[in-house]
């Protein structure tokens, strides 16, 4: 399903901006990918390549084993632009000299040309620019010329017309430049002349055809979940095989108020898709009885999932592929500020396992994109707002948000609890603005009093966090009466609770979910 159009490669030298500048890139309507900074050039070379960027980094040229690309690239005959880290490679590969800043900058400056170039075309002069630097570039490698200065930076850009090798010590994929985006598509278009859009309407049509080379007359099985990514992935395979697609949708009991009955409406009766709803809330319970360690419990519903979906698939005849709704971010081969892997923190349960087991072939038709362009795919295949802005929610469901032991009464006090603090968030318009909002409900008691009557009834924390890509996450910040109405709707609407909180970690060092 590879996209075989110009592609611009984004070259990671551990930088915490790499996919920001991906996606700058694709909001440019060209298709970018993300490589680590020592991928052989030979692999490099297999790509119909436009251009390349390299990224920021948190290292210095000067460091024993500073990360370094090979030398070969830039015989290329591709135009390169640096950020940050990313110039002073050229200045330390080239020719010139990389030295400590007299004065280290950090937040805004404003850049003045100097010269001509297409890389400022339509860019006011000074224009507001975000610096992060410790190093910079103090003597210029040959054939370069300074384009660009700040008041504490000479170099702030650089370039080698003839080669088209440029480089902006400060971060053109952040907010604060606002006219960056500006400068990353006069690369793109002005310099690399990248003219074929990528836009997901050409994904769609492309996708659609190729999933029906791959797929010929064969049968597909999907997992469905509810969720942006399993949705988007059965209407695009359903757009291009129609009844060959089955998608079987586990009813756990660990799901949101509504949601049995959302995924029905949509999938079944909007789109008619082949749609298989399996109930197996008393098989979930009796597996979950007793279990109360997190891990446990993650492990109890992603094998029972698995044992249940496989039951379903041998009943439902010869499958051929299974559907996943992979996306870029996913598979991503990433460089971390050490260079070793990143660790697994959790262990997260979908799909996992199951092609291997179940012999079947992989179809993963979203695996090139960025979330917000398979929303935009979503959008355009017409699925609702509802599934397309929908929250995250997590594979194994309620079940990590029942802390301590799951019943079906803590679940309905839980899913309830949840569907008030959401409802309420819809009404508030503030939906939108957060990445997630869930509730937990703790097996803690504690005292209270209604109307007359002294209560002792178990304790629930809201939780609404804002976040980028769930790495990182700040609490959000709602007007007091806003908490207070949910607090009181809570405790006069759901029997089982007595009181609210509000959890106002950010992450690290919580994590978004409690368990
Ligand atoms: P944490 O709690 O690790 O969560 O900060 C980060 C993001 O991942 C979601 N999450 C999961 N998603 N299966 C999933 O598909 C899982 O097992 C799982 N556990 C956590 C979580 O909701 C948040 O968006």
Redesign the pocket.
């Known amino acids: 399903m590879e996209y075989n159009g110009p592609v611009i490669l984004v070259l990671d030298f551990g930088a915490q901006y790499s996919k920001l500048i991906a996606r700058r890139v694709r909001e440019c309507g060209v298709y970018s990918i993300i490589l680590p900074y020592n991928t052989p050039t030979e692999k490099i070379k297999k790509l119909n390549l436009a251009g390349i960027i390299f990224s920021g980094g948190p290292a210095s040229v000067h460091q024993p084993g500073a990360p370094l690309p090979s030398r070969d690239l830039f015989e290329l005959g591709v135009p390169i632009l640096g950020i940050c880290y990313g110039t002073q490679i050229f200045a330390h590969m080239l020719g010139g000299k990389v030295e400590p800043a007299r004065y280290k900058e950090y937040g805004i400056a404003f850049l003045n040309h100097q010269g001509n170039t297409d890389l400022l075309k339509n860019i006011p002069s000074p224009t507001q620019v975000w610096m992060s630097h410790g190093d910079q570039v103090s003597k210029l490698p040959s054939g370069f010329s300074a384009l660009g200065n700040t008041e504490n930076c000479s170099y702030a850009i650089i370039g080698n017309d003839e080669k088209k090798f440029y480089g902006v010590q400060f971060h053109p994929e952040v907010v604060h430049t606002p006219e960056g985006t500006k400068i990353i598509s006069n690369f793109l278009h002005k310099i690399c002349n990248v003219n074929t859009p990528w836009t997901m309407e050409n994904f769609i049509t492309n996708s659609i055809k190729k999933i029906k080379e791959i797929v010929g007359n064969e049968k597909v099985l999907c997992a469905l979940?509810g969720?942006v990514d399993s949705s988007v992935t059965a209407v695009l395979i359903y757009k291009a095989i129609g009844d060959n697609l089955h998608c079987v949708f586990v009813d756990n009991g660990l799901l949101r108020k509504g949601e049995p009955e959302m995924v029905e409406k949509v999938f079944r009766n909007h789109f008619h898709i082949n749609l298989h709803i399996v109930d197996a809330k008393t098989r979930f319970l009796s597996a979950l009885k007793g279990v109360t360690d997190p891990e446990e419990k993650?492990k109890t519903?992603?094998n029972l999932f698995i044992e249940i979906f496989e039951e379903e698939a041998k009943r439902l005849g010869n499958f051929s592929f299974l559907a996943q709704g992979t996306l870029y971010p996913d598979v991503i081969e990433s460089v971390s500020a050490t260079g070793g892997p990143s660790s697994t923190?959790?262990?997260?349960?979908?799909v996992g396992g199951l092609p291997e087991k179940m012999n079947l072939k992989l179809l993963e038709p979203l695996r090139e994109l960025f979330k917000d362009e398979v929303r935009e795919v979503g959008r355009q295949l017409g699925l609702p707002d509802e599934i397309i802005k929908r929250?995250?929610?997590?594979?194994?469901g309620l079940g990590?948000r029942c802390i301590g032991e799951i019943t079906e009464e803590r679940l309905n006090t839980l899913r309830e609890a949840d569907a008030i603090f959401i409802e309420e968030i819809k009404k508030a318009n503030l939906y939108d603005k957060i990445?997630?909002a869930?509730v937990c409900l703790l097996p803690v008691k504690s005292v209270g009093v209604q109307g007359d009557e002294r209560t002792y009834k178990e304790v629930c924390t809201l939780r609404a966090v804002v976040?980028e890509d769930?790495?990182t996450?700040d609490w959000f910040k709602f007007p007091h009466e806003f908490l207070q109405k949910v607090a009181s709707r809570i405790c006069n609407e759901v029997h089982g609770v007595n009181r609210v909180l509000y959890d106002i970690t950010t992450?690290p060092p919580?994590?978004?979910?409690?368990?």
């Open positions: 979940s969720g993650r519903i992603g923190i959790k262990s997260h349960h979908n929250h995250p929610f997590p594979g194994p990590v990445w997630q869930l976040s769930a790495m996450a992450k919580a994590t978004i979910e409690w368990e």
